[in-house]
């Protein structure tokens, strides 16, 4: 469930676009403004938004907020103003080849999205950049990350909710006998397996390794994977039995201790909103005693806070 709040009356794009222009005239950018139209439309209506911009003034509308913005409030608006593929797309792009490379944010994206969500990240990934995904991930990751990596944005997956009890006991065993009751470990495995099985099945496997072997699928995959690609692991796992609580501790995680991680917070934020930010929020309260809305509220300061808290909804 979305945390977005838009006017009850849906406003014309062509006078949202007339308010951002002048906005943007005279001396300085009036940037609440700009928030408070920005942050209050969905997905559908920021891109008419843009393409009345276009028509009306003859301008890029994400070139000018690049030029008006700065900083990380202009980071989050920017990805903010995309939609969730085209948003996905960008992300990898830059965590797989440019100076601010980061395989962690790869695996987060490729672990966490859907089978036919990622079918179309891949699309407009090749349209945009006319790199193929697989071919960045091929050039920048390697080993058993790569292969897992590689297998989630290219094989296909059920996503319905129907289970088959004794495949799922089947894969269980397959992966008990890949991992813990054996020397070493059989990562080719746990690659198929996690890659190529539902999530719903995936749940069925959690359950029925733990009945049969007491311990926790997690545990297993903690004992015997390491690095990345136990992150990978643990990712898929994580979001089929619930992506709330995944992200909620992926939030968590950008800030806790000293210092916030903005671009991980902005991410999230940003990609979640109109998706299950309202679970994420539950769940973030259930586990850490705290609002999002406070934690957030304590990382961040300026416009750039009242973006992202615009985007939380109201702090309940
Ligand atoms: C922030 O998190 C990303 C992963 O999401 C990581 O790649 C990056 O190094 C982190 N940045 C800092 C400054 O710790």
């Given at each position: 469930m979305s945390t977005l709040s838009v006017p009850p009356v849906p406003v014309n794009p062509r006078d949202d676009a007339i308010q951002l222009h002048k906005a943007f005239k005279?001396?300085?950018?009036?940037t609440a403004a700009v928030i408070g139209i920005l942050a209050h439309r969905d997905s559908m209506q920021r891109s008419y938004i843009q393409q009345e911009y276009q028509t009306m003034y003859s301008e890029d509308l994400l070139k000018r907020l690049t030029s008006e913005l700065s900083g990380k409030l202009e980071t989050a608006v920017l990805l903010w103003m995309h939609d969730p593929a085209g948003r996905d797309a960008v992300v990898l792009k830059q965590a797989l080849?440019?100076?601010?490379?980061s395989l962690e944010t790869a695996t987060e994206v490729i672990c966490s999205r859907t089978s036919s969500q990622l079918q179309t990240v891949r699309q407009i990934y090749h349209s945009t950049f006319g790199t193929y995904l697989e071919q960045d991930i091929e050039y920048q990751a390697t080993g058993d990350l790569q292969k897992i990596l590689l297998a989630c944005v290219t094989k296909p997956r059920y996503e319905g909710m129907e289970v088959d009890r004794e495949m799922a006991a089947k894969d269980a065993k397959a992966l008990y006998k890949a991992g813990e009751?054996?020397?070493?470990?059989?990562?080719k495995v746990f690659v198929q397996i996690f890659t190529e099985r539902s999530p719903a099945h995936l749940v069925a496997v959690n359950t029925c390794y733990h009945d049969m072997y007491g311990g926790s699928l997690k545990k297993a995959i903690k004992s015997e994977t390491s690095g990345l690609f136990e992150r990978a692991l643990l990712t898929i796992l994580q979001c089929a039995q619930n992506p709330a609580k995944y992200f909620a501790k992926v939030l968590y995680n950008s800030m806790k201790g000293l210092g916030t991680n903005d671009t991980t917070l902005i991410r999230v934020i940003v990609t979640r909103t109109e998706i299950d930010m309202q679970y994420i929020k539950a769940e973030y309260y259930k586990k850490y005693k705290k609002t999002l809305n406070d934690a957030v509220h304590s990382e961040t300061s300026g416009h750039y806070r009242t973006f992202l808290l615009s985007l939380l909804g109201p702090n309940h």
């Open positions: 005279g001396f300085g950018c009036d080849t440019t100076d601010f490379i009751k054996k020397l070493g470990t059989d990562e």
